[in-house]
C-alpha cells in the first residue's frame, strides 16, 4: 500500500496509536529519530516537549531524505496470555521521495516479520521477540 503526503502519513501512524506507540525513522543519511507518541482522545501528543510533532513532520519532509525507514510499535491493551506481557503491534514503512512528491509504502506482515527476525550483517535468524504481532 503506498500513501502519498506527509499528513496522510501521519493519519496511518495516528491511527494505529492505541493508547502509546514509538516511531523510529532512520534515514538514507544514516542519521535517525525516535519520538514516542500518546493518544489523549482525539489527539496524539508527540513526545513530552513543545516541538516535537514538528521536528518530526521537518525531518520526514527534508529534502536532504530521499530514502529512509520507519518502524511503529503501537502497544495494545491486550495481554499475552502465555507471556503475560503486553501485545505490541510492529509495521514498517519505507519512505521515497521523487521530486517534491513524498511517497510511504506500507512492508507486508511476512516482510515486518523477517526485517525484525534476521540479523542484517550474517543473514542468520535472531530470537523471536515474544507477544508481538506484526501487521
Do not use: W
Not at 37 to 46: I, L, W
Not at 54 to 69: I, V, W, Y
Not at 109 to 126: K, R, S, V
Amino acid at each position: 500500500m503506498k500513501i502519498q503526503g506527509l499528513n496522510e502519513f501521519l493519519e496511518e501512524l495516528e491511527s494505529h496509536c492505541h493508547s502509546q506507540a514509538i516511531a523510529t525513522f532512520a534515514g538514507s543519511d544514516g542519521n535517525g529519530f525516535v519520538v514516542e507518541m500518546e493518544r489523549q482522545g482525539h489527539q496524539v501528543r508527540y513526545g513530552d516537549k513543545p516541538g516535537v510533532k514538528e521536528f518530526f513532520l521537518t525531518l520526514l519532509a527534508s529534502q536532504c531524505q530521499p530514502t529512509g525507514s520507519l518502524v511503529l510499535r503501537s502497544f495494545t491493551a491486550e495481554t499475552d496470555p502465555l507471556t503475560k506481557l503486553p501485545v505490541k503491534e510492529l509495521r514498517g514503512y519505507l519512505l521515497d521521495r521523487q521530486g517534491n512528491r513524498l511517497e510511504f509504502e506500507k512492508l507486508s506482515p511476512e516482510m515486518m516479520f523477517a526485517c525484525q527476525n534476521t540479523d542484517a550483517e550474517t543473514g542468520e535468524p535472531l530470537p523471536l521477540e515474544q507477544s508481538v504481532r506484526y501487521c
